[in-house]
């Protein structure tokens, strides 16, 4: 079964790739004898297929090659006007592919088309300069876009994938379950893994920086939260005896807006108002501060339920409010610590901060992009300085070799040569035995495309090249005439390219997301300790300022860590020996970090001029308190015991510091006491 669904998989976009440059290439060779636009007519559909991660329904990819057309044909006329000398055309190279490779940056659906618009100028920006032939490339590269677009929508169009909503409707459907307790811990637990990006497909990842990305990934977040406080609040050790009337009220009330947000979110209408439950939430502190007066004397089990209730209503708050922000705005006035920071800010600016962000040695994304405009800048340089033929192999070599780290491009290299020469060797025979029969390279096209296109991706790089370079002489073969040399030149131009992007590769960042991973985790770790003094003392001392917290910084090195690790993890295993730390579990300390902030001083900042609280520690229980020794000289008084004040905010205070201290723990734990 496995094996079908692979299959079926390669088989879909193989086809489509297939009918959309063959249609396109025989109908401007054979049709208007265009052999130009007929070259664009055929690897356009190759930059905006195999070349590019477009993901999604038929629809939705053919949305996004839609999209993408105007810029490719744009990047054509940049490069065929820059082609008229070398340096212009390196220089159009190094911006252009800086460009779309900090593209990323900017999230999954600017990324997707990235890699293959780099194809669009490098195929222009090559001699002969002929600004003539720019109408003939357009038109090529316009048919063979829009038949690709047509074949995703008509050829095997696929199943939409859930959306990233249908997600978040589905975990607030469990968690308004769960408020009842009719929700297995696995359960939950299953829910709220399914909310992490490494389970979403990528082009439906909300990593955007606009407004709407922004909020439903606070809102995934903080319903993953939510799940976990419902799977802590279900263990059997957390159990209080009795009920406790305001927990139940609570939950009740998490239940209901949780349901309304769900059902909001599968039918399209508008988010629930979280008014209600921002009102429960006061009520139950001001009950929890009355209760715990003098001379009451608090059960610290109750309270320590009533904190977990209270995380898992503040984490509904902000995924409820969140989706609220995503719909239509900003819809909560600003608090403090306020993490919907970027509710009111228009979407030129948020797109200006995360790129401002990113333009940093240590993102990776600016890391790659460095590493890319370099490979490309230098191969163009090369190609055009020795006037190589079919010089943009050399590029197309850089641009589909290059990896992430050294190891991973040597690698991908030793396969590419090798799988060249079998490619050469079968082309130059064919080219030999045929000669100029076009006729039968045009028979031979259809069926070694798709058989490129299907066993290239799932056999490796060595089978891709050695068909990618027998495909290319079928092309260059109708185009004009050819020798067995055509091959030759192929894989002298490969090797080119591989050299240059091996050297690059080696200069600029070899170890990859390894050793920026440690960075941005050791910079992470370090704002969360940042942000955690500052909290503690706005609640434990009402006449502190009450300035704005370090939350934006952690947010920046929380966005850093989790780029680094997401290509780490996308990196080879081999280059993964060694690493002690468990990453992800920094990432959590930095949610937590974040949302407990929050939590904390939204719902339980002292407001100015109440007593502040007792110096009994909140798990004292209510213990008795002596009196300090009376001076020398003086009769010594007798110990009287004095209430202590068990201020709510201590237990809820000790409860977030605790969850964060067995977090690390759990990392220490993870490293061991002799890394090699």
Known sequence: MVRKVAWTTLLRPAVQTTVAAATGFYLCLYGFKEPVAALYALFAPIALGPLSSITGSGRQRARVMLCALPFGLALVALGTALAAATWTAVAGMAIVGFVLGFAPAGGPRSAGAAPGLQLFYILACFPPYAPQTLPARLAGASVGVLVLAAGSCLLFPGVPARSYRERLADALGTAAAAAGGRVPVGDLRERGEQLRFSHVPPGDRPTGPGRTDRALSQAGAASRRLMEGFAELSAPHRAVPGTDRPCDVLLARVADVCASAGSALRVGVGTPSVASLEASIKHIQAERVRGTAPPLRPDIGVLRKQTMVLDIAAAAWV??????????GR??????????WYADLPTPRLWARRAGANLTRRSVWFQNAVRVALGLAAARLVAGSLDLAHGFWVLLAV????RTTVGAAWSAVRQAVAGNLIGAAAA???LLAVGRHTDVYAALLVPAMLVAFVLGPRWGIA?????FTFLVALVFAQVTPVNWRLSEVRLLDVVTGSVIGLLCGLLAWPAGGRREVRRTMADLLRACGALIPPTTDL???PS??????PTLPLLHRLRLAEAAYAQYRNEPPADQRGEPADWHAILMVAHQTLLGTHRLLRFDLIAPGLPPPGRGSPTDGGDARPRPPASDGEPRASTVPEPVVVEPVLVDLDAWLTGIGRRLDRIAASVPTNPV
């Open 319 to 328: 995924a409820v409010t969140a989706l609220g922000i995503a719909e239509r």
């Open 331 to 340: 819809t909560a006035p600003p608090a403090a610590g306020d993490v919907f």
């Open 399 to 402: 641009l589909t070799l290059g």
């Open 428 to 430: 130059g025979a064919l």
């Open 463 to 467: 089978c891709a090249q050695a068909l």
């Open 539 to 541: 609640l434990t001392n």
């Open 544 to 549: 502190s300022s009450r300035a704005s917290l």
